[in-house]
């Protein structure tokens, strides 16, 4: 079983659409996830960090449930500017690794 | 201020050659992080520098990859002789140090590699 687990997509959605991302991890010691953006052939680019009272920011919102070991991003009013992949990345014990999924690609269109 | 930056920003060698990639951190941040994606594969950990010191490189996928940070500023990995398998993106990555607290990794803009 991989370590963070995404649907790669493609989420094609028009302009202005709500769409969710969901992600599950194995490891129940992971300590700390974030959502990272990334754009085709750029670096990674922290999105949002992920409490587990949830947390929002603008149009994203993001999810955690430790029990079930799962993180969803939810992004309303869907901007063309939004097409991107979705990183959903869990920060190991001990403060220190990154571990990532495999991304979820999203294409906004006008 | 100045981000994570990466040299070369591309390089295409041919298998048995050595590459060498350089990253300079973040001003001021003694972690730094280095990782690689793989085609068709996830961004994955390769090892970590506290300063000079090597905090965790279990990520290392062999001893043909050699890693340092003297004097804690830039790092420098090493790859000898390279391999196709070797062929990727190569991230590095630094983030700030203080008691506890998982502080956010900023990412530099990647090496492309490509062994042929």
């Known amino acids: 079983r991989k370590e963070v687990e995404q649907d790669p997509g493609p989420f094609n959605v028009p302009e202005g659409a709500t769409v969710a991302f969901n992600c599950t991890y194995s490891n129940s010691a992971s300590q700390s996830f974030f959502w990272y953006r990334q754009d085709c052939r750029k670096e990674p680019k922290l999105l949002m960090s992920v409490y587990s009272s949830g947390n929002e920011d603008g149009r994203f919102t993001a999810q955690l449930n430790r029990a079930s070991q799962y993180i969803s991003l939810l992004i309303r009013d869907s901007k063309l500017s939004d097409s991107a992949t979705y990183l959903c990345?869990?920060?190991?014990?001990?403060?220190?690794?990154?571990?990532f999924g495999k991304g979820t690609m999203l294409l906004v269109s006008p | 201020e100045a981000g994570v930056t990466q040299f070369p920003s591309h390089s295409v060698i041919e298998k048995g050659q050595t590459v060498t990639l350089r990253c300079d951190p973040i001003s001021g941040h003694d972690n730094l992080y280095w990782y690689r994606r793989v085609m068709g594969k996830e961004i994955k950990f390769l090892l970590h520098f506290v300063k000079e010191s090597k905090q965790d490189e279990s990520g290392m996928p062999n001893n043909r990859f050699l890693a340092e940070r003297t004097g804690g500023t830039y790092s420098t990995l090493k790859v000898q002789p390279a391999e196709l398998e070797d062929s990727g993106v190569y991230f590095c990555?630094?983030?700030?140090?203080?008691?506890?607290?998982?502080?956010?990794?900023?990412f530099g803009p990647g090496t492309r590699l490509l062994v042929l």
């Open positions: 990345v869990v920060l190991n014990s001990g403060y220190s690794t990154l571990t």
């Open positions: 990555a630094s983030s700030q140090a203080s008691g506890g607290g998982p502080w956010t990794q900023y």
